[in-house]
Nanobody, 124 residues
Framework: VQLQASGGGLVQAGGSLSLSCEVS????????VAWFRQALGEEREFVAS???????FYADPVKGRFAISRESAKNTVYLRMNSLKPEDTAVYYC???????????????????WGQGTKVTVSS
């Protein structure tokens, strides 16, 4: 299974950006995909997940601004980011696993497939 993240770039504060995570090697059915981000000098943190394709979860800092969705026909998961803030600046990674359980889906240790990361820079 391979994940390919794309869509990062430079955007002004208040703007929007959409990230894509294309999954190859399996279908999205029953597969949990999450987005994590890592700012310079910081630890990687959970952003959002689509748990087994049935439920979506968000970290508090992005709730109400970001939306995760999936398109089965394209085997792709999206992260729509609105009202971006400078503190959203980070490298964003998508990760996937078929064995994630609900109690630990926010932990990066739960995921065994990772994309390469795409950089998002929000200027003030």
């Amino acid at each position: 299974v391979q994940l390919q993240a794309s869509g990062g770039g430079l955007v002004q504060a208040g703007g929007s950006l959409s990230l894509s995570c294309e999954v190859s090697g399996r279908t999205l059915s029953g597969y949990t995909v999450a987005w994590f981000r890592q700012a310079l000098g910081e630890e990687r943190e959970f952003v959002a997940s689509t748990f087994r394709g049935t439920n979506t979860f968000y970290a508090d800092p992005v709730k109400g601004r970001f939306a995760i969705s999936r398109e089965s026909a394209k085997n792709t998961v999206y992260l729509r980011m609105n009202s971006l803030k400078p503190e959203d600046t980070a490298v964003y990674y998508c990760a996937g696993s078929s064995r994630v359980i609900l109690s630990t889906h926010r932990s990066q240790l739960s995921y065994n497939n990772w994309g390469q990361g795409t950089k998002v820079t929000v200027s003030s």
